[in-house]
């Protein structure tokens, strides 16, 4: 991925106030103008919003300043010479959204709001493009902490025990809370640093085992997700009614789910076609009937791969 | 393309996740079974489906997709809508059919998974 690609990225995710400069200069509008040349030369800046009391009611720049000059006007009010009602641009909006506000009125610096109205920061390109590298620097440097991390993490582990175990009990036909098991085993395994490609695998085959039991399991079971270095071994486990014919089971579209579970969209058939499609190893087991057991372990290579290459520590 | 811009273009009514409307969406995939949905769709896909029970939304952020427009005027039930709240889900609702939905959606060049 090239840094432009990138950068456009980051303009979609980083925030305005994450660029912008804070608790910015302000004058008020009784400020003459040849009191605001000394303010604007004491702190370097071009321009800046006029306050009264906590209210924003316009912005003045080096422009006007200049024109204040050439017409023999530095005793005039900021408040005569000012721009009022300036477009101000929100805090909490994305960066990618400031960016077309510039390209659309060719102003210099936006007065930054909070959704009260409240003056907090004010936007020049500089603090855009500033804000967006350093954002990006961050981004290479998170990267390389996660990937110490990673293998920290699994240095200590090995030494002392050698995985790490979620378990997560699933009740039979509750759709509502269904999807948890899930989520906390993506999640752990975000937290890791694991790649997105081996997360999503990970989460559709434990999904997948998790509405198993909330669907056919007449007591419901449990799901344990176990994370070893190299691979994560998901376990579903319940204490029946078990699968009478697994073959059967496994072809794509066969179900025995009820029609009323069905019209929910679950109990298509393709519960079991899809672990198995994610799963490196799936072995599920139904012995007499009485309970079922199904095991899945997805391998994670080419994180450590590239985690324990003890060349490539550079990145610049 | 961003979901507002998809939710402007199509009237959308947002019931859940206004503040995620700058997501991109990266393609489009239709249907109401949730082990389809699971298999096909990828990250960032808008998801067309009636289905509105509080599944959707587990489904929906384990695959981190960018919305989920559920069509035909069905209303999802309270439970759906503060799970999606709780998950940064986006719910977008329209009286239309999937069809009609996904011809639109195309039409904006919104492309399938295929």
Redesign the interface.
């Known amino acids: 991925m090239t840094d432009f690609t990138k950068l456009q990225e980051l303009a979609?995710e980083v925030r305005i106030e994450e660029v912008m400069t804070k608790s910015p200069v302000t004058v008020s509008p009784d400020t003459t103008m040849a009191e605001l040349r000394e303010i604007l030369r004491e702190h370097r800046i071009s321009g800046t919003p006029v306050v009264e009391g906590d209210r924003m009611v316009g912005i003045i720049s080096l422009e006007d300043l200049i024109k204040a000059l050439a017409n023999g006007a530095m005793s005039a009010r900021v408040g005569e010479r000012m721009t009022p009602d300036p477009v101000t641009v929100y805090a909490d909006e994305?960066v990618?959204?400031a960016v077309n506000t510039f390209a659309r009125y060719r102003f210099g610096r936006f007065p930054v709001v909070d959704r009260e109205g409240r003056l907090v920061g004010i936007l020049t390109r500089g603090d855009i493009v500033r804000g967006l590298l350093k954002q990006l620097e961050h981004e290479y440097h998170r990267e390389e902490m996660l990937r110490a991390r990673f293998n920290r993490f699994f240095d200590e582990l090995i030494a002392d025990i050698d995985s790490i175990v979620l378990r997560h009990e699933v009740k039979a036909r509750d759709?509502?809370h269904?999807?948890?098991a899930?989520?906390r085993v993506?999640r752990a395994l975000n937290r890791l640093g694991v790649t997105?490609q081996i997360v999503?695998r990970a989460?559709?085959a434990t999904?997948?085992l998790e509405?198993n039991i909330v669907i056919h399991a007449s007591e419901g079971g449990e799901i344990i997700a176990e994370i070893q270095p190299e691979k994560i071994i998901i376990r579903a486990v319940d204490t029946g009614p078990g699968i009478p014919d697994i073959e059967a089971a496994m072809q794509p579209g066969f179900s025995t789910a009820p029609e009323w579970i069905r019209e929910?969209?679950?109990g298509?058939?393709?519960?079991l076609?899809?672990v198995k499609?994610c799963a490196d190893e799936f072995l599920l087991e139904s012995p007499n009937g009485m309970w079922t057991s199904a095991k899945v372990v997805i391998y994670f290579p080419s994180f450590l791969e590239r985690a324990q290459d003890p060349d490539d520590t550079s990145r610049s | 393309m961003k979901l507002a811009e998809i939710c402007r273009a199509l009237s959308l009514e947002v019931q859940a996740g206004a503040e995620h409307l700058?997501r991109?969406v990266t393609g489009g995939y239709a249907s109401?079974?949730?082990?389809?949905v699971?298999?096909k769709a990828q990250?960032g896909n808008i998801w067309v489906?009636l289905?509105a029970?509080?599944?959707?939304?587990?489904?929906a952020?384990?695959?981190n997709l960018a919305g989920v427009i559920i069509t035909e005027g069905v209303v999802p039930d309270e439970?759906t809508v503060a799970?999606a709240k709780e998950e940064g889900v986006v719910l977008l609702l329209t009286p239309l059919t999937t069809f009609t939905i996904v011809g639109k959606l195309a039409a904006m060049g919104i492309a399938g998974v295929d």
């Open positions: 979609y994305t990618v959204k759709f509502e269904a999807g948890e899930s989520s993506k997105p999503r989460a559709i999904y997948e509405i929910m969209g679950f298509a058939g393709m519960g076609v899809n499609r | 700058e991109e109401d079974l949730l082990s389809c699971m298999a990250a489906t289905q029970h509080p599944n959707i939304v587990a489904v952020s384990l695959l439970s799970k």
